[in-house]
Structures are given as structure tokens and as C-alpha cells.
């Protein structure tokens, strides 16, 4: 075997089992570290950028609140992007980036340009770059893969300094997920959501009933719906109420246990009187022709859900994007047509439920609130178009700080920028942000560029339809990152990772 396969192949295989033979669960993050070094990434510095205690544990609620704190170098950086980002050129943020190899926000903005530009290679590798980054800057202290003392490990989302760790596990978690490595998404799930349960900023928990469906994982589904949801509410959302009861169908395919198939049945009724719109939106996504007598139903028909709360629409149409393949599978159709028929012949058994709920949902999702907005805008699907209400339209949305809470907590304010008329200043810097948000292209420089005649510029691929060349700043962007790794070789992940123990667990 060792002559085969090497020695150390070999001694990893005995080590992964335990003393009695049997083999253990595998570990999918190592040494307290969610990526590993590439070869391709240049030299690893500190760059200012550090992790405290902010509170102590606290003995009742076994609680350590951790923050990231900004170094004064770190703070002058960060000043720079903030007006490299304004300056509507991304040449500014690249050229921050040259200099300081491991800035986190500038990493994630050229992330997101990469993404636009549909180069997701580029873009996740940008964000596992910033990940690598914050995951060295983490306190001694802060073992999320070995907790064995059961405490809980608290992130402040209000903290600005805070934002950019759950703003790129987010995007890993979407562009793990993206390679199928679904149990890796469910797990950085828990990690997310364990920094802050109680606000949850950032929206995870509309991820979780995903991956746990995706990577089989239902009994894990189940316990944690029935552990969260009183404090949760998780029966409120359409999401984690269909696949609750798609987790207990799928465990009785798997055990025909009959108390699973009542439990599913339970929950896929309720989950059809509370978010009847739901129905017709999944099947014609899943492109099956609805019954008459269920297309003309007053709880299901398309013309009792036409005012339907955004709040709910966002919700549903997230999940019938994301779970429409789960429900093309034929034993779940057959399953889901027989209780819409159920539900139409026990109508008025159902009646009184169906309008508390439906009194319910209008008056609960009345309004949108801010960790689903930005959840839309981080997960970018093309399929949920999102419309921000003025109170946040009329202000510049960024992915690296996307709807900033209004109780931030700033702990060192940007130094004002003189203008020499600022009024005049903020109303071209909101006309610039107007244009960016219409076009992702558009630059400011090009306004003072020498005109040509009407019919030039207005023709296809005329100057006015120009602007700003992606092509060459991605192009730029990739010869900017070979020349890093010239200057600056790559580190061996051992010289990070050689005080950290090996047999750390995720919990």
C-alpha cells in the first residue's frame, strides 16, 4: 500500500479511523481554517487587519462576543477605497489592491466585478482570497471547528469592521454550492448563522432547508426546525415550512415509517393553507399544466394571490428557484397533487384556518426587512428581480456593504472630503450613482470625452454606447494578479497552519 499510494496517503487512511475501527466522520475544516493557501495567491501579510474579545463568556449564556479591529494603517486603506468606489473607476480599487494584496472590501468589490462580467472563477477566487485573509486575523481564542465546551462564538453585524466576514461567507457558501458541494454549504451555513442567530443579517436561514435537502441530509432538517422553530417562527416561512415536510417524505421513501408520511402530510397541508400562492408559481416553474378544479379553487386560483405582500413574493420566489428541480421528481408530484386534492375535498374543514392565515401573512409581510434585501442582492438571482423601496434607493448600494444596518456601530469616521461647492459635488455624485446603478459600465470619465456627431454616438457600438471596456479591465485585472505572484511567490499553507491541531471537529 505505502509503495503505492505513498506513506502519507497511507497514515492519513489510518488516521481517519478511530481506535475501535470504525471510521470517522470526516472533517471538512481543518485547523480552524475555511480555504487553504493557493499557489497561485501572493505572499501572505498582516496588513492591520486583527480580531479582540469585546465581551468576556458570560456564565449563563456561554457567550464570547469577538470583532475585527483596523489597525490605523488598515484605516487609511480603507479611506482610499471608499474613494476609489465613488470615483466610479475600478483602475482606483486595482491599484489599492497592488498595494495592500489582502484588503478585504477591495477583494470583494473586484469580486463582484468579476461576477458581473460572468467570470465566476474569478470572482470565488477573489472571495476565498479574502476569506484566507480574515481567517488569519481570527483571536486564538475563536475555534469555530472545536467547541467542545459548547459556547457560543457571537459577530456583530452592526460592527462595520465585522461586515466583510459575513459578506464573503455568504458568497462562498453560493459559489461552494455552485460545485455541488453541498454538505460544505450546509455546514458554512451553521457557521453563519451561529455568529448572529438572533438577527440572522445577512438572511442564511433561507439557505439552510436548501443544502440540508441537497446534500440528504433531512433528519438534520427536522431537528433543526423543530429546535428553532418557536423562537424563530420558522412556520411563518414558506421555505422552511415545504421542505420540512419534503424531509420527512423523503425519510419515508427511505424507511416507509407511516409516522413520517402523517408528519409530511401535516406539514405540506399546512404549508399550502398558510402560502397557497405558492402552488401555481412552483408548477409553472416546474412547467406542469395545473387541474381545472384546482386552477379555479378560490384558495389556489391565480387571481386570489394578485395582491400578494412583496415581503411573501420575494420568500416564495426565492424558494420555488432555488427547490422547483426537488419538485419535478415524479413521486413528489403524485405526492403534491394528491393533498391539493385532499385540501379541495375537506375545503370546509380547512376554511377557518385558511383566512387566519391568510389575515396573518398580509399584516406580517407588509413590509420587507433589511436582511432580505440584502440576501437578494448578495444571491443576485435573475429570477427575483429587486425593487428597493426610496428609503434605500436613494443612497448607493454596494456588495461589499450592502443595506448597512441603521444602528452601525462606526468605530473611526472617514475624514470629510473638501469640495469646493459641496452641494453642487453631492448632486453630480448622485447623478454618477444613478448611472451605475442603470449601467454597471458606465464611467464618469467618459463624460469628458469630446463628443461626436448624434448619429455616431448613438449607433450600435457608437462612443455612446461605449463606455467603460470590461473586456480590458478584467483583462488588466488577470495580468495584475500574475504580476503578484512574480513579485511575491506564495507561502506554504504549513507556515500558517503548523501550530493549529490536526484532529479539530466541526460542531
Not at 461586515?163 to 451553521?190: D, P, V
Not at 457608437?462 to 470590461?470: L, S, T, V
Amino acid at each position: 500500500m505505502i509503495r503505492m499510494f505513498g506513506a502519507k496517503i497511507v497514515q492519513g487512511e489510518r488516521n481517519s479511523q478511530n481506535p475501535r475501527g470504525g471510521r470517522r466522520q470526516m472533517n471538512r475544516f481543518k485547523n480552524n481554517a475555511i480555504v487553504n493557501m493557493k499557489s497561485t495567491w501572493p505572499q501572505f501579510t498582516k496588513e492591520g487587519l486583527s480580531m479582540k474579545i469585546l465581551k468576556e463568556n458570560d456564565s449563563l449564556s456561554k457567550t464570547i462576543e469577538f470583532t475585527f479591529e483596523h489597525s490605523k494603517e488598515y484605516q487609511q486603506v480603507q479611506f482610499r477605497f471608499l474613494d476609489a468606489v465613488e470615483s466610479l473607476d475600478h483602475n482606483n480599487i486595482m491599484n489599492i489592491l497592488q498595494l495592500n494584496r489582502y484588503h478585504i472590501d477591495s477583494l470583494i468589490q473586484l469580486s463582484d466585478i468579476s461576477r458581473i462580467h460572468d467570470d465566476t472563477q474569478m470572482a470565488a477566487d477573489l472571495i476565498e482570497r479574502a476569506l484566507f485573509a480574515l481567517q488569519n486575523s481570527f483571536h486564538p481564542s475563536f475555534k469555530f471547528t472545536s467547541n467542545s465546551a459548547g459556547l457560543i462564538y457571537k459577530i456583530d453585524y452592526n460592527r462595520v469592521e465585522n461586515r466583510g466576514l459575513f459578506i464573503c461567507l455568504f458568497k462562498q457558501i453560493l459559489y461552494i454550492g455552485g460545485k455541488a458541494c453541498y454538505r460544505t454549504s450546509l455546514e458554512l451555513c451553521k457557521f453563519l448563522l451561529s455568529l448572529d442567530i438572533q438577527s440572522d443579517p445577512l438572511g442564511v436561514i433561507l439557505l439552510i432547508d436548501f443544502y440540508a435537502i441537497r446534500s440528504s441530509q433531512y433528519e438534520y432538517l427536522i431537528e433543526f426546525y423543530e429546535a428553532f422553530n418557536e423562537l424563530k417562527h420558522l412556520n411563518l416561512m414558506p421555505n422552511m415550512l415545504m421542505s420540512y415536510a419534503l424531509a420527512h417524505f423523503y425519510l419515508f421513501n427511505k424507511s416507509h415509517n407511516t409516522d413520517n408520511l402523517e408528519k409530511a402530510n401535516k406539514a405540506l397541508i399546512e404549508a399550502l393553507l398558510r402560502f397557497p400562492g405558492v402552488l401555481m408559481i412552483l408548477l409553472d416553474k416546474c412547467s406542469i399544466m395545473p387541474d381545472k378544479e384546482v386552477e379555479s379553487h378560490r384558495f389556489f386560483a391565480r387571481t386570489s394571490h394578485l395582491r400578494m405582500p412583496e415581503g411573501l413574493k420575494y420568500l416564495i420566489n426565492l424558494y420555488v428557484t432555488r427547490m422547483h428541480h426537488e419538485w419535478k421528481i415524479s413521486e413528489n408530484l403524485i405526492w403534491l397533487e394528491q393533498t391539493v386534492k385532499s385540501i379541495i375535498a375537506d375545503e370546509k374543514k380547512h376554511e377557518n384556518f385558511f383566512n387566519q392565515c391568510k389575515n396573518k401573512t398580509n399584516s406580517l409581510f407588509s413590509k420587507v426587512p433589511p436582511n432580505l434585501y440584502r440576501h437578494l442582492i448578495l444571491s443576485d438571482l435573475k429570477e427575483v428581480a429587486v425593487h428597493l423601496p426610496p428609503e434605500y434607493a436613494s443612497t448607493a448600494t454596494y456588495t461589499f456593504d450592502p443595506i448597512p444596518p441603521k444602528n452601525s456601530i462606526i468605530s473611526y469616521t472617514r475624514p470629510a472630503r473638501t469640495e469646493s461647492n459641496p452641494a453642487a459635488a453631492t448632486s453630480t455624485e448622485s447623478l454618477f450613482t444613478f448611472f451605475q446603478s442603470l449601467l454597471p459600465s458606465f464611467n464618469a470619465q467618459d463624460l469628458n470625452r469630446p463628443q461626436r456627431n448624434n448619429d455616431e454616438n448613438n449607433a450600435v457600438g457608437g462612443e455612446a454606447n461605449r463606455g467603460f471596456d470590461f473586456n480590458q479591465m478584467v483583462e488588466r485585472l488577470r495580468e495584475f494578479l500574475v504580476n503578484i505572484e512574480e513579485n511575491f511567490p506564495a507561502t506554504r499553507q504549513n507556515d500558517f497552519d503548523e501550530n493549529l491541531n490536526e484532529d479539530d471537529d466541526f460542531d
